[in-house]
């Protein structure tokens, strides 16, 4: 079945500065790649996702690369804020057919100094 | 609209004595997913509905564990005989359809077991 492996397990930057999470996957079938946050105590909130059709996904601060040859994907935020502080779980599912469920990596915390 | 409820919030009880955990999915969602999130881990996979049947029960770590949707809405988790390994947050999500959609995730039912 799918694996996913999550790097780095904690992170500390300072205000201001680049973050960057690194996942990679086991099952070439899985097309489906989320990133969660989950801020202490809370529910897991989706921040970004890309599907294999696609290589990268923007959104303001935030941006996801795939490739799909290497089996891996990376999250970046740029210009990190306080509030960016919190654990980021990357995932990987396939979509379609009968599976739909998320294979979580062991999440990576985000430490944002100001 | 009402994101994923679930009740209660918290849950203590003894060795061996039986649970039930409850997931109210957003409203026209007809996949539902149950994981189970470790302090320290991502979310793990238990079962997923599509409608009223599990469509994948393969992630139930035994058959203390048992999952319903009669109504195809409100899904139910009932753990037998718990243990103290049972001990866990319980995640619920839910998404539109199976296939290409966002999970969306429920605050959670934190179970403790004495």
């Known amino acids: 079945g799918e694996n996913v492996e999550q790097h780095p397990s904690t992170l500390s930057v300072q205000e201001g500065d680049s973050a960057v999470i690194k996942c990679t996957y086991s099952d070439s079938a899985s097309n489906y790649f989320p990133w969660y946050k989950q801020e202490l105590g809370k529910r897991p909130q989706l921040i970004i996702d890309?599907?294999?059709?696609?290589g990268e996904k923007k959104d303001q601060r935030i941006a996801v690369t795939l490739n799909k040859t290497a089996k891996h994907f990376s999250l970046h935020i740029t210009e990190t804020q306080p509030e960016d502080s919190a654990v980021y779980f990357c995932?990987?599912?396939?979509?379609?057919?009968?599976?739909?469920?998320?294979?979580f990596g062991k999440g990576t915390k985000l430490s944002v100094k100001p | 609209g009402a994101g994923v409820s679930q009740t209660p919030s918290n849950k203590v009880t003894e060795k061996g004595k039986y649970v039930e955990l409850r997931c109210d999915p957003i409203s026209g969602h007809t996949a539902l997913y149950w994981y189970r999130q470790s302090l320290g881990q991502g979310p793990e996979f238990l079962i997923y509905?599509?409608?009223?049947?599990?469509?994948?029960d393969s992630g139930l770590p035994n058959d203390r564990f048992f999952a319903v949707r009669p109504e195809g809405s409100v899904s139910t988790l009932k753990i037998q005989r718990t243990e103290r390994g049972d001990s866990a947050v319980y995640l619920c999500?839910?998404?539109?359809?199976?296939?290409?959609?966002?999970?969306?995730f429920g605050p959670g039912t934190r179970l403790t077991v004495l």
């Open positions: 890309i599907r294999s059709n696609v």
């Open positions: 999500a839910s998404s539109l359809t199976h296939s290409t959609d966002t999970q969306y």
């Open positions: 995932a990987a599912s396939i979509n379609g057919g009968s599976q739909g469920n998320l294979i």
């Open positions: 509905f599509q409608g009223t049947g599990a469509a994948d």
